[in-house]
């Protein structure tokens, strides 16, 4: 019997809060549990923002709440992996909402696949990313480009990428981002000298992704539907 060629949609929702945006997928990661939706791919970008992993050391946050508040930036602690990083405009955020049940429950293997997305959209722009022993995320040499960081349950997945498109560097200068001290933050921007749209990057992102899991895609610029 022939295996059922899955599908994933990819919501191009532009600029949406941390905080609205990790509500809406905590209301997908339910409705994916339940089998009321199929897979689903968030692709936005955040107004600044720091959020906080598990593993998060607030002596890695380097400048002090008040401050952080006098430019507008947010400070969330949320369920991901990882330590601090950075979210704002020009970078391009991944949130997929996929049951990984019941061929590809591997999270190593899950993971390995959100970076090949970003190195297989940083080639699209003439760089070479590649994975670092030890490191997640996508580097370029010893700067890095695009971070994971993943929150999976009974086998959906939530939270997801990041990859700087024309991001404002210096505003990894507020944190260790990551917890890692010795290495660079990069851009497409900052490689090659161009400034990819959000759109553009988005829809390059939802194809490689369903490519990856060889799954028919349908994009939309609307927002999830979620039954009551």
């Known amino acids: 019997m022939s295996r059922a060629v899955p599908s994933i949609t990819a919501h191009l929702l532009g600029r949406v809060g941390y905080r609205e945006a990790h509500a809406l997928q905590e209301r997908l990661l ?13 692709l936005l970008e ?20 008040d401050h952080l508040r006098s430019l507008g930036v947010d400070v969330v602690e949320t369920g991901r992996g990882g330590d601090v990083t950075y979210h704002g405009p020009g970078q391009l955020v991944g949130y997929p909402i996929v049951d990984l049940k019941p061929d590809r429950q591997d999270v190593r293997k899950y993971v390995s696949s959100l970076e090949e997305t970003m190195i297989r959209l940083a080639a699209d722009y003439g760089i070479t990313a590649t994975r670092v022993q030890g490191l997640n995320g996508a580097w370029v040499e010893d700067r890095k480009i695009g971070a994971v960081g993943v929150r999976i349950r009974k086998w959906v997945t939530m939270h997801g990428f990041a990859i700087n498109g024309t991001t404002d560097l210096t505003h990894f200068d507020w944190i260790v981002p990551c917890g890692i001290r010795d290495r660079a ?3 497409i921007e900052r490689e090659r000298g161009v400034r990819p749209t959000y759109e553009e990057l988005a829809e390059k992102a939802a194809r490689i992704f369903a490519s990856l899991y060889e799954a028919e895609l349908t994009i ?6 979620i039954p009551a």
């Open 30 to 42: 339910e409705a994916r549990i339940a089998g009321q939706i199929g897979d689903t791919l968030l």
């Open 46 to 65: 955040h107004p600044p923002v720091l959020t906080l992993g598990r593993a998060a050391k607030r002596e890695h946050v380097l400048f002090a709440p």
């Open 185 to 187: 933050v990069t851009s």
């Open 220 to 225: 939309t610029r609307e927002a999830p539907s």
